[in-house]
């Protein structure tokens, strides 16, 4: 009795549960996996003698040969700020950095009349008195909306959020008086560039590989997908690594209980690190002994039609291999069925 009843719960179909699972954005993830709490995490300081120490003191910039930090000055409104510019040599592109952050900010200099000047608002005479209305200066957004101009550019108040984007290749802007980083993104570290599939080589079709970059290889989906309803949501797994994976799907078309799903078994996923894309195969799957529940691809035309038929594709950065789950079958990774 006991192998029949195994059998027929091998065969008989359950409703999956449903879940109503947001992923957060990999610019706000959630603290839950990490071992630090909310109440112990350090804010920016308004003294850029406390951030430079502080900073110092987490990347051990003494013995470091690769963490640099650049210190200068900023004249805004006659009055002169201590700033320093903090990044990894190597993930950064230096012509850029110096071109749209650190020239604009040490040579562009305003004197008090033109920067009160550019703060009128409105100008009215009555009675032979001129009135005019002037906007609160705000150093903050005057900073990146005027001495920065660079195309992504955002603010954070926590250290771990500064650390966790310097480690991903982006400069930390701290300036003296400000409780905030300006958070530059001007990667530049190399990567191969894109080449023709090794493994999965074709006569007709695109000759086009993924690569290692995570940015090159939504950009390769997008222009074959070439719809607005094509979402790439982005998560980090691994406590100490924060190893960026993204989920791909077509809105509308991919399974909504399938899409929740995928995104509840990453983000539950309790790991110090995480390299490779087999790593989180193993880690998602319900079992590696049945049939194969994942396709693993290195082709972006190969994903692409996986995606358009109402599949969720998997990457994890510095891995050149997709992986695509489930199709449209309310079951999680039934890749044989829809």
Same mark, same amino acid.
């Given at each position: 009795?006991?192998?029949?009843?195994?059998?027929?719960?091998?065969?008989? %179909?359950?409703? /999956?549960?449903?879940?109503?699972?947001?992923? /957060?954005?990999?610019?706000?993830?959630?603290?839950?996996?990490?071992?630090?709490?909310?109440?112990?995490?350090?804010?920016? %300081? /308004?003294?850029?003698?406390?951030?430079?120490?502080?900073?110092?003191?987490?990347?051990?910039?003494?013995?470091?040969?690769?963490?640099?930090?650049?210190?200068?000055?900023?004249?805004?409104?006659?009055?002169?700020? @201590?700033?320093?510019?903090?990044?990894?040599?190597?993930?950064?592109?230096?012509?850029?950095?110096?071109?749209?952050?650190?020239?604009?900010?040490?040579?562009?200099? %305003?004197?008090?009349?033109?920067?009160?000047?550019?703060?009128?608002?409105?100008?009215?005479?009555?009675?032979?008195?001129?009135?005019?209305?002037?906007?609160?200066?705000?150093?903050?957004? %005057?900073?990146?909306?005027?001495?920065?101009?660079?195309?992504?550019?955002?603010?954070?108040?926590?250290?771990?959020?500064?650390?966790?984007?310097?480690?991903?290749?982006?400069?930390?802007?701290?300036?003296?008086?400000?409780?905030?980083?300006?958070?530059?993104?001007?990667?530049?570290?190399?990567?191969?560039?894109?080449?023709?599939?090794?493994?999965?080589?074709?006569?007709?079709?695109?000759?086009?590989?993924?690569?290692?970059?995570?940015?090159?290889?939504?950009?390769?989906?997008?222009?074959?997908?070439?719809?607005?309803?094509?979402?790439?949501?982005?998560?980090?797994?691994?406590?100490? @690594?924060?190893?960026?994976?993204?989920?791909?799907?077509?809105?509308?078309?991919?399974?909504?209980?399938?899409?929740?799903?995928?995104?509840?078994?990453?983000?539950?996923?309790?790991?110090?690190?995480?390299?490779?894309?087999?790593?989180?195969?193993?880690?998602?799957?319900?079992?590696?002994?049945?049939?194969?529940?994942?396709?693993?691809?290195?082709?972006?035309?190969?994903?692409? @039609?996986?995606?358009?038929?109402?599949?969720?594709?998997?990457?994890?950065?510095?891995?050149?291999?997709?992986?695509?789950?489930?199709?449209?079958? @309310?079951?999680?990774?039934?890749?044989?069925?829809?």
């Amino acid at each position: 009795m006991k192998i029949l009843d195994k059998l027929i719960n091998l065969i008989t %179909y359950e409703e /999956p549960n449903e879940f109503n699972f947001v992923l /957060p954005d990999a610019k706000t993830i959630s603290l839950e996996n990490s071992s630090v709490k909310k109440s112990d995490e350090d804010k920016v %300081y /308004p003294s850029i003698d406390v951030n430079k120490e502080y900073l110092k003191s987490k990347y051990n910039f003494s013995i470091n040969s690769d963490i640099k930090l650049r210190e200068f000055f900023i004249n805004i409104r006659g009055k002169q700020y @201590s700033a320093f510019l903090f990044y990894i040599e190597g993930m950064i592109d230096s012509n850029s950095i110096n071109k749209f952050v650190i020239e604009p900010l040490m040579l562009k200099s %305003y004197s008090n009349e033109s920067d009160s000047n550019s703060d009128i608002v409105s100008t009215a005479i009555t009675n032979n008195v001129t009135v005019r209305r002037v906007k609160k200066f705000d150093l903050k957004t %005057y900073i990146s909306e005027c001495l920065v101009p660079q195309n992504d550019v955002s603010t954070e108040n926590k250290f771990k959020n500064v650390i966790q984007k310097v480690n991903a290749g982006v400069s930390a802007l701290f300036i003296d008086t400000v409780d905030i980083a300006f958070m530059i993104d001007a990667k530049g570290f190399d990567k191969r560039s894109v080449s023709p599939p090794e493994n999965e080589s074709i006569i007709r079709g695109s000759q086009e590989g993924f690569i290692e970059a995570i940015r090159t290889n939504t950009s390769l989906l997008r222009r074959i997908v070439n719809s607005e309803n094509f979402v790439i949501e982005e998560t980090n797994v691994g406590k100490i @690594s924060n190893t960026q994976v993204a989920i791909c799907y077509l809105k509308n078309v991919a399974n909504e209980g399938l899409v929740n799903e995928v995104k509840r078994r990453i983000e539950n996923i309790e790991v110090d690190y995480l390299i490779s894309s087999g790593q989180l195969e193993q880690l998602i799957e319900d079992s590696s002994f049945s049939v194969p529940q994942l396709l693993s691809s290195e082709r972006p035309d190969r994903i692409s @039609s996986h995606i358009l038929e109402g599949r969720v594709a998997i990457l994890v950065n510095r891995n050149s291999l997709w992986f695509s789950c489930s199709s449209r079958s @309310s079951r999680f990774l039934n890749i044989c069925r829809r």
